[in-house]
């Protein structure tokens, strides 16, 4: 027994080492319905094969960091791979309400198929479809596979006579294979995002808003863009007065009117403390100081960070503008808007002051 399955090993690591490789089973002709675990050197070989065609699977997807990108390959090897269509492919980005479905079909959506959460909440990838879950198309079986994450599941269109080529433990196999990629890059889409952001705010840290700052500097165009440094006022006798998670709840109000009062092209960034940062391109400095100034009003006549309305905070902004981008240096302009937003401070506070570069001064 052993030399036989030494045997079948060797004849199907080859090909499949050699890289990707269709399945030998017969598309034309089905299999035999598997009846209990067969011992047979038969059913040996297809165990074997459905063991390194899954790793094949898992070799594909499970290295790939993008949600998008894993159910694009999952579709493509389904379908060269063992014959599947994939009709839908529904799965959990994480966020509150938020659900993808990749693939078109006319089958509805898998929610239908896998109740719970909406998405498939507690249903089990184990075994064969439900019948419940099974459709005819056309000659062909629709059938849905719910995750057993809870967390999306597979609409495959195949033919009949596809359906019993494959066992149950590797339908399975396949299922949660993709259930899991999916979570694992979704996971990483999250993290990724979480080290783009600050976590208290929610807004660009400054390490990305600096990065994007240099990448609309380089730009080849004639079009102005200004840079907004704007300073909470007397911050610290916040946080002393009411304390420091006041003044976190400030902070966070300040964000949220941020991301209120700015274009959605527009980049805010919680530059430090403070401090915020936004970058308004294609945005004269007349254009630049009626937003910050618009802004600025409307936080200062707002009631923040507690439920009497003691708090009002203000705010000081310094603005730099750029119109022509030649030789401009980053920094100098950074540097200019730290200038105006001093100008600010020290003329009382509660104010906006600006300054246009000229090509000369970078």
């Known amino acids: 027994m052993e030399m036989l399955q030494s045997s079948l090993v060797s004849e199907f690591l080859g090909p499949v080492s050699a890289g990707r490789?269709?399945?030998?089973?017969?598309?034309?002709?089905p299999l035999s319905p598997h009846c209990g675990k067969d011992d047979s050197p038969a059913g040996m070989k297809r165990r074997i094969e459905e063991l390194l065609l899954l790793g094949e699977f898992n070799a594909a997807v499970g290295a790939l960091l993008d949600p998008e990108q894993v159910c694009s390959v999952a579709s493509s090897w389904l379908q060269e791979v063992v014959g599947w269509n994939v009709r839908s492919l529904t799965f959990d980005e994480g966020e509150a309400g938020r659900v993808q479905t990749y693939g078109v079909g006319d089958d509805g959506p898998v929610s239908e198929f896998c109740p719970g959460s909406g998405v498939g909440n507690g249903a089990s990838a184990e075994g064969p479809a439900d019948e419940k879950n099974v459709r005819r198309n056309n000659g062909n079986d629709i059938r849905t596979y719910c995750f057993s994450n809870g967390l999306g599941g597979l609409t495959v269109s195949r033919s009949r006579g596809d359906g019993s080529q494959y066992s149950d433990e590797f339908v399975a196999g396949i299922v949660d294979a993709l259930a899991r990629s999916l979570a694992n890059a979704r996971e990483y889409a999250r993290l990724r995002i979480l080290s783009m952001r600050d976590h208290l705010t929610g807004l660009y840290n400054r390490r990305v808003f600096e990065a994007m700052l240099e990448v609309e500097a380089r730009k080849r165009t004639l079009s102005p863009f200004s840079l907004l440094l704007i300073d909470l006022d007397d911050f610290k006798g916040i946080n002393d007065t009411f304390g420091h998670g006041a003044g976190d709840a400030v902070l966070v109000s300040v964000a949220k009117m941020l991301r209120l009062s700015f274009r959605k092209a527009d980049v805010t960034a919680r530059y430090g403390g403070e401090e915020f940062a936004v970058l308004l391109p294609e945005a004269a400095l007349d254009s630049a100081t009626?937003?910050?100034?618009?802004?600025?009003?409307?936080?200062?006549?707002?009631?923040?960070?507690?439920?009497?309305?003691?708090?009002?905070?203000?705010?000081?902004?310094?603005?730099?503008?750029?119109?022509?981008?030649?030789?401009?240096?980053?920094a100098r302009m950074v540097e200019e808007a730290d200038r105006a937003l001093y100008r600010a401070k020290s003329g009382g506070k509660n104010r906006v002051c600006g300054t246009h570069l000229e090509r000369q001064d970078v």
């Open 290 to 330: 009626r937003t910050a100034e618009r802004f600025r009003r409307n936080l200062a006549a707002e009631p923040l960070g507690c439920d009497d309305g003691t708090i009002r905070p203000t705010v000081s902004v310094g603005i730099a503008t750029v119109s022509d981008r030649t030789g401009l240096d980053v």
């Open 21 to 29: 490789r269709k399945s030998s089973f017969p598309r034309n002709r």
